[in-house]
């Protein structure tokens, strides 16, 4: 229970307004480790850090991605092949699930950090 807790507290830290990131940043926006964050490039595709001088630097997409990705694995159970799977739309009508997904997933954040103001 403390995990699921954990997780979605982490999810609704907001995004700094920065084009590039840290593993160390992503790490602390995901709550995830850097070899954690390593191996799933290896495993997803989809995740491209730009590397310059041996560092990765991560774009906001990757960041919503790697705690799209974190939702799949730690909240909803799906092994990395399933969630691999499922990123990659092998199923009809799959880009409308992920696209309401990720709204959902905006929609909510937007949500906790309107609270985060008001506490103000």
């Known amino acids: 229970m403390r995990e699921a807790e954990t997780s ?19 790490g602390k926006l995901c709550d995830l480790k850097p070899h954690v964050l390593r191996y799933w490039e290896q ?35 799906y092994t990395i092949s399933g969630a691999r799977q499922w990123l990659s739309g092998d199923d009809n009508g799959d880009d409308q699930t992920r696209y309401k997904q990720l709204l959902r997933q905006t929609i909510t954040e937007l949500e906790d950090l309107l609270v985060n103001l008001k506490q103000i």
């Open 8 to 26: 979605s507290s982490t999810d609704s830290v907001p995004i700094p307004n920065k084009r590039y990131f840290t593993i160390g940043e992503v």
């Open 43 to 77: 495993e997803f595709d989809q995740i491209e850090p730009v590397k310059r001088n041996n560092r990765r630097y991560y774009q906001r997409q990757d960041v919503l991605l790697i705690r799209q990705i974190k939702g799949l694995l730690h909240e909803q159970g």
